[in-house]
């Protein structure tokens, strides 16, 4: 899995979506990441096919929505999502949070069939705290690859990183950036300052600094270009000391079906 990607969330016009990911594919990006209730899947397609980057050179991560994680639901949407695609697999296949229709023991083993029947090639949870997690390993045969989780300079997910760590699961950090929020915290603005670089850029040193996968959302050139050169910033021990030093907390997804 490539350490770094595009995510969508909320890019739900097709023309910006499909050539946000077209554009980032261009750009050197290798990990497209949606969801089906981004209602974007179509337009991601788009993006990939519009490229001169082959299928088989990109990892491509999907996710069932809540409402469709009954056993026959799962084949059936996952389904659905690759012909929306316009692909034969899917690198990965997220379950999209452990709520509503999700019962491990019926849930997870329809995962595995379409591992079997070569639809899918990976397995991976989200939003998925210590407790569920373990229930998960305990029903699968086949190993989870990743947790997708919201993970920030303002959310470090320090206690789950560990059990991850320990487990030999990936972090994926989705809203990296906080929705925009690690552009007005002042201890990033001087590191960035510092390295001559922007509060993103330093945010996604930072998660890649402890071994987590980035995926942020990006549409313009521009944004897509200035994630892609966080991969050229080496954060020292001071900085990431300021940041591990920040005391403010701030969680930008929290529905009322989450776990925690």
Not at 70 to 76: K, L
Request: charged letters at 25%.
């Amino acid at each position: 899995m490539p350490t770094f990607g595009i995510g969508t969330w909320q890019n739900t016009d097709p023309d910006a979506c499909a050539n946000a990911v077209s554009t980032a594919l261009e750009m050197g990006y290798r990990h497209v990441d949606t969801a089906q209730i981004y209602e974007n899947e179509a337009a991601v397609g788009r993006g990939i096919a519009d490229s001169s980057v082959g299928r088989d050179s990109i990892f491509l991560a999907t996710k069932v929505w809540i409402d469709n994680l009954d056993p026959e639901a799962v084949r059936e949407t996952t389904l659905a999502s690759l012909d929306r695609l316009g692909t034969e697999y899917v690198d990965l296949l997220y379950v999209h949070w452990p709520a509503r229709t999700y019962e491990p023991t019926r849930t997870l083993p329809a995962f595995e069939e379409l591992v079997e029947d070569g639809l899918v090639e990976h397995i991976g949870v989200s939003n998925f705290e210590p407790e569920q997690l373990e229930t998960a390993r305990s029903v699968l045969e086949e190993p989870i690859v990743a947790n997708q989780v919201e993970m920030h300079p303002l959310l470090p997910q320090r206690d789950l990183r560990e059990y991850l760590a320990d487990t030999d699961i990936e972090l994926v950090a989705y809203s990296p950036l906080a929705r925009g929020e690690v552009l007005e915290v002042p201890e990033l603005s001087s590191i960035a300052e510092k390295h001559g670089a922007s509060e993103a850029q330093v945010s996604l040193a930072w998660v890649r600094e402890q071994g987590a996968t980035a995926i942020p959302k990006a549409t313009s050139e521009a944004h897509l270009k200035d994630n892609w050169e966080s991969l050229q910033l080496e954060l020292d021990e001071d900085d990431l000391a300021t940041i591990d030093g920040i005391k403010r907390t701030d969680r930008r997804v929290d529905p009322s079906f989450a776990p925690w």
